[in-house]
């Protein structure tokens, strides 16, 4: 499983979605999307707005959240399942 984070350096929800990453002691990798590399990521994944949560699953599924919705903790744990 990859878990990748698409933020801005100005995206205030980008930090609340990262600090319950750590919380759960998740490895992610972090894109800032006002970075070449981290637009160009944006652009391969398909990601619109900061922030937006990516989940590569090991059977190749790829799972999204955008934005901060209200059940952000429970879909996120749903999307990692047991691998906290």
């Known amino acids: 499983m990859e878990i990748l984070l698409f933020s801005s350096r100005t ?11 750590h919380e759960l002691s998740l490895d992610y990798r972090k894109f800032y999307v006002d970075d070449v590399e981290g637009f160009d990521a944006a652009q391969e994944y398909g990601v619109l707005a ?11 599924s790829v799972h999204k959240i955008v934005g901060l919705p209200q059940d952000f903790r429970e879909r996120i744990m749903s999307m990692v399942g047991s691998r906290k």
Request: net charge neutral; glycine share 4%; proline share 5%.
């Open 11 to 21: 995206c205030v929800h980008c930090r609340v979605i990262e600090r319950f990453l």
């Open 50 to 60: 900061v922030p937006t949560l990516v989940v590569k699953a090991d059977d190749g």
